[in-house]
């Protein structure tokens, strides 16, 4: 079974500080990791993914299966960056026909001026 | 590009009613998911079809809830009869190609309230 777990429901920080929302993961293949993030009256989207290696809107995550962890980071909150965001793990569904994504529960950052 | 459209937006209805929710995902978009996630979880995967076919529906109640995907392309998800714990928000996401490991793209969700 496959299981994603985010530590945090709430995160706030100040504006310019770092923020780092934790992830950590259980999956006995090998994992696909993403971040989605929902800002406010907003469609739940990706943020970013493992696989692409990119920096979104100044966040990074890095995939480290020693500690089973996909954290996302910031250097720099900003105010736009309020949001909820969801760790989710794509993996092989226990049933073996189909990749199957599981969410955390969400951790909501607020950035305070 | 449209992005996923879901109605109703909202729904409010009293227990053992039924109900019924659209979905008409990114043209072209061969993979169809309807997710629930009730309030303080994340969402979870309900159903997922690849063009008009079922390929996990493992987590989905099948005693009330059902859903179809007619010519590959709008689905409806619908439930009979309502309990309290179905109220949730019901989230429909689309992606390309098959698969399951590529993006999914999501709908703004549907809101039932059962009471």
């Known amino acids: 079974a496959q299981r994603v777990t985010q530590p945090e429901k709430l995160l706030s920080v100040f504006k310019g500080a770092p923020v780092e929302l934790k992830c950590n993961y259980s999956y006995s293949g090998s994992p696909e990791l993403f971040w989605y993030v929902q800002y406010s009256r907003q469609r739940l989207q990706l943020l970013l993914r493992?696989?692409s290696r990119e920096s979104i809107k100044g966040f990074t995550a890095d995939l480290n299966k020693g500690e089973t962890s996909f954290h996302l980071k910031k250097p720099f909150a900003q105010e736009e960056d309020s949001a909820m965001y969801y760790c989710?793990?794509?993996?092989?569904?226990?049933?073996?026909?189909?990749?199957?994504?599981?969410f955390g529960k969400g951790t909501l950052l607020t950035v305070n001026p | 590009e449209a992005g996923v459209a879901q109605s109703p937006r909202y729904k409010i209805i009293e227990k053992r009613q039924s109900v019924a929710f659209w979905c008409n995902p990114i043209s072209g978009h061969a993979t169809l998911y309807w997710y629930q996630q009730i309030l303080g979880q994340g969402p979870k995967l309900l159903i997922q079809f690849q063009n008009n076919g079922v390929v996990d529906d493992s987590q989905l109640p099948k005693d009330r809830f059902s859903a179809e995907r007619l010519k590959g392309v709008d689905s409806t998800l619908k439930i009979q009869p309502a309990k309290l714990e179905d109220s949730a928000v019901y989230l429909c996401?689309?992606?390309?190609?098959?698969?399951?490991?590529?993006?999914?793209?999501f709908g703004p969700g549907t809101r039932l309230l059962v009471l």
């Open positions: 996401a689309s992606s390309w190609p098959a698969g399951g490991r590529e993006t999914q793209y």
């Open positions: 493992h696989i």
């Open positions: 989710a793990l794509s993996g092989w569904s226990s049933g073996g026909s189909n990749y199957k994504l599981t």
